[in-house]
């Protein structure tokens, strides 16, 4: 089957450092992203892995394993406004569809 | 930069009346989707459309939905017959689909989404 799991919701002080970890199990894996969804908003592209490693991107990067299933988001030197829900999503098949998680809500506080 | 847009932005409608949701793309991507998401619940496959005919769908997408790409911008998403269980917000998006890169190939770009309400 497909999996997709992340923590429900996880809480950081502002100017820390916070990792979301997202596990998968899924056939046909083309690459995994991460998208960020403020409430009541659209989901917004942060980063896409398809190969093993760290793909930095300022205060983003984004960790892949293939062979674990599993990958993470680090956000470093947190704003207020990074509060947010934190979407993990796998790429699959030759239709490229995407498998959602159902994302992180990410608190900062002051 | 280009982006997705979609109208209305909200809509209330009676249960078991139809409705139709509009997108436009961006107007170089290949691939259109429609997600689903229920208040404070994850995002939700529907559709996706490729070369003017569905290329995958979910078990939400029964007969009671249908999409259609009527001209050469516009990625309509109808709901033939309205439930109550059909209240949520639905997001259009677009990708480049190719294949495995660094290019941004296959990243969904998403509208602001139409919320739907059904009493």
């Known amino acids: 089957g497909q999996n997709i799991d992340q923590p429900t919701e996880m809480t950081a002080t502002e100017g820390a450092i916070v990792q979301i970890n997202c596990t998968y199990q899924?056939?046909?894996?083309?690459?995994l992203f991460w998208y960020q969804q403020h409430a009541g908003e659209a989901p917004t592209f942060l980063s896409y892995?398809?190969l093993d490693g760290l793909e930095e991107k300022g205060r983003f990067s984004s960790f892949l394993s293939r062979s674990k299933g599993y990958s993470y988001l680090l956000l470093k030197e947190l704003q207020m406004k990074d509060s947010a829900s934190y979407l993990c999503?796998?790429?699959?098949?030759?239709?490229?569809?995407?498998?959602w998680g159902a994302g992180t809500k990410l608190i900062i506080k002051p | 930069e280009p982006e997705v847009t979609q109208t209305p932005s909200h809509q209330v409608t009676q249960m078991g009346q139809e409705v139709i949701l509009r997108c436009v793309p961006i107007?170089?991507?290949?691939?259109f989707y429609w997600y689903r998401q229920i208040l404070g619940q994850k995002v939700e496959f529907l559709v996706s459309?490729?070369?003017?005919?569905?290329?995958?769908k979910s078990e939400i997408f029964d007969d009671q939905f249908s999409v259609e790409r009527p001209d050469g911008s516009n990625f309509t998403l109808k709901i033939r017959s309205t439930k109550l269980e059909d209240s949520a917000m639905y997001f259009c998006?677009?990708?480049?689909?190719?294949?495995?890169?660094?290019?941004?190939?296959?990243?969904?770009?998403f509208g602001a989404g139409s919320r739907l309400t059904v009493l």
């Open positions: 998006a677009s990708s480049l689909p190719g294949q495995v890169s660094f290019s941004g190939a296959n990243v969904l770009t």
């Open positions: 107007s170089n991507h290949l691939y």
């Open positions: 459309f490729y070369n003017n005919e569905i290329s995958e």
């Open positions: 899924t056939s046909g894996f083309n690459g």
């Open positions: 892995n398809v």
């Open positions: 999503a796998v790429s699959r098949g030759s239709n490229y569809q995407l498998i």
